[in-house]
């Protein structure tokens, strides 16, 4: 009998460490992983924090994304649609480190957080702001913006 208890629980924690280990991977927002488990470099060395975004169907992929005022972040942006995408941040001021592969984006400012992507790339971008607040991002394609693919930064 206390054998058989054994088991129950022992299968029990198993099952819930497995449900929890699931339920942390397949959140939507992000926070920014270890830069030391990505391969990052800009002048100075590794970023603070390194964010993914994937772009599909019309969705940014987490859609609210956290970061810390002061910080240097890397932002990469994976293009997993037959059709370009971009993502700019509204309002948000920024000072870029190293240098950019954040494609060309008609009308983008230096200081302005933007990443244009031709369909099925990549591209990425290195910065710091202390900018902090809440700021939407979008696709500036025409039609994107309203067909959803829009999200939320945070810089606190």
Same mark, same amino acid.
């Given at each position: 009998?206390?054998?058989?208890?054994? *088991?129950?629980?022992?299968? /029990?924690?198993?099952?819930?460490? +497995?449900?929890?280990?699931?339920?942390?991977?397949?959140?939507?927002s %992000?926070?920014?992983?270890?830069?030391?488990?990505?391969?990052?470099?800009h002048?100075?060395?590794?970023?603070?924090?390194?964010?993914d975004?994937?772009?599909?169907?019309?969705?940014f992929?987490?859609n609210?994304?956290?970061?810390e005022?002061g910080?240097?972040?890397?932002?990469? *942006?994976?293009?997993?649609? /037959?059709?370009e995408?971009?993502? +700019?941040?509204?309002?948000?001021r920024?000072?870029?480190?190293?240098? %950019?592969?954040?494609?060309?984006?008609?009308?983008?400012?230096?200081d302005?957080l933007?990443?244009h992507?031709?369909?099925?790339?990549?591209?990425?971008?290195?910065f710091?702001?202390?900018q902090?607040?809440?700021y939407?991002?979008?696709c500036?394609?025409?039609?994107?913006k309203d067909?959803?693919m829009?999200?939320?930064?945070?810089v606190v």
């Amino acid at each position: 009998m206390l054998k058989k208890k054994t *088991v129950v629980w022992t299968l /029990g924690l198993g099952l819930m460490s +497995l449900i929890l280990a699931a339920s942390a991977a397949c959140g939507e927002s %992000a926070q920014g992983t270890d830069p030391k488990s990505k391969a990052a470099s800009h002048e100075g060395g590794q970023p603070d924090v390194v964010i993914d975004v994937s772009l599909k169907n019309l969705r940014f992929t987490p859609n609210l994304v956290e970061v810390e005022a002061g910080k240097t972040v890397q932002m990469n *942006v994976t293009n997993m649609d /037959g059709a370009e995408h971009d993502m +700019l941040v509204d309002g948000l001021r920024i000072e870029k480190v190293g240098d %950019a592969m954040n494609g060309d984006h008609a009308g983008a400012m230096p200081d302005m957080l933007v990443v244009h992507t031709m369909a099925n790339e990549n591209g990425s971008i290195t910065f710091r702001t202390d900018q902090k607040g809440t700021y939407q991002f979008y696709c500036t394609l025409p039609g994107h913006k309203d067909a959803g693919m829009v999200g939320q930064m945070s810089v606190v």
